[in-house]
């Protein structure tokens, strides 16, 4: 259930919101890796002040609120990294910020965002409660903006920088940008700011309906009984006709990874790049890990969030599967 967006996302509205994420957070490193024989670049935004990407959407979104919106304050539907975004802008705003996550959210996830002073309403992902229904009926008893995490164009416009940020270190548009899609509000945005490279988006197996939509032309959900997937931050039901739109007949088609495979990524990442990734932040580099995407040295892999459990992180850090 999506409320009908008031425009469209632009390029122009890309480059604007890169402007603005300029003005307030550095930018985050693109570091060469070599994967399977191939010099490539990984995109860091793990590093970012909240740990993910999120924030980039999030700051475009809230800073251009109306005085009478940024007063009666916002609603967002996150898994976690969203919640932060939106907690964080919220809080450099002075807006007040109540954000709708799942129950069976990580728990250091569901701490940070109540420790950047948002409120936090919890339901019942796996009992079938649909978490749109539930921010929407917020707004209208508290009459509130929505921030939704993906189907929102200020949320795709600000994802977007990233691309901006890619091409200006990068030295031109990568060939390709393999990137952790769960709604699609990143991926859409790259495509936005990236014409010239084509945008592999990569999901986790059994949620891979970004994939189906694109490779049928209309949207597909995940199928019922979905499979478990450590990949929380990219565990969506469906794409947004607003995320579909930018992204259909532009997108190269979806790849799905497993959990062994995300986990073999997050273990690469510590030991060659030196960072912390979670697993719905190192699907994209799994994807090329797998050789399940071509590989080229202008392909750039994202790394979307570092925003894990430690106690999970270590016991990945120490398996070998």
Request: net charge negative.
């Amino acid at each position: 259930m999506f409320r009908e967006s008031p425009r469209e996302p632009t390029r122009d509205g890309v480059v604007r919101a890169a402007e603005k994420v300029a003005a307030i957070v550095q930018p985050t490193p693109l570091l060469p890796i070599e994967v399977n024989g191939v010099r490539i670049h990984a995109k860091c935004d793990n590093l970012q002040p909240i740990g993910a990407f999120k924030i980039r959407g999030a700051w475009h979104r809230l800073t251009d609120l109306s005085p009478e919106e940024r007063a009666a304050g916002v609603v967002a539907v996150s898994s976690g990294n969203h919640a932060q975004g939106v907690a964080w802008a919220a809080r450099e705003l002075g807006i007040e910020a109540a954000i709708v996550m799942p129950a069976d959210a990580p728990q250091v996830k569901l701490d940070a965002t109540r420790a950047l002073g948002a409120e936090v309403i919890l339901y019942d992902r796996a009992g079938g409660e649909d978490r749109d229904v539930i921010a929407n009926a917020l707004c209208d008893e508290r009459g509130r903006t929505l921030v939704h995490a993906y189907a929102d164009p200020w949320v795709i416009e600000g994802q977007g920088s990233m691309g901006i940020e890619i091409a200006a270190q990068l030295g031109r548009q990568p060939s390709r940008i393999v990137v952790c899609c769960g709604g699609g509000g990143l991926a859409a945005g790259l495509a936005l700011s990236c014409p010239d490279s084509a945008i592999v988006p990569v999901e986790p197996e059994g949620w891979d309906d970004m994939a189906k939509s694109l490779a049928t032309g209309t949207i597909q959900r995940v199928g019922p009984n979905p499979p478990k997937t450590a990949c929380d931050a990219i565990q969506t039901p469906s794409t947004a006709p607003l995320n579909f739109a930018v992204l259909n007949g532009r997108s190269d088609p979806g790849i799905a990874v497993s959990d062994a495979e995300v986990r073999a990524a997050q273990r690469f990442a510590f030991s060659r790049l030196h960072v912390v990734v979670e697993p719905g932040g190192a699907a994209a580099l799994a994807a090329a890990l797998a050789g399940k995407v071509a590989l080229d040295p202008d392909t750039v892999v994202t790394l979307t969030g570092g925003n894990t459990d430690p106690h999970d992180f270590a016991a990945v850090i120490a398996r070998d599967d």
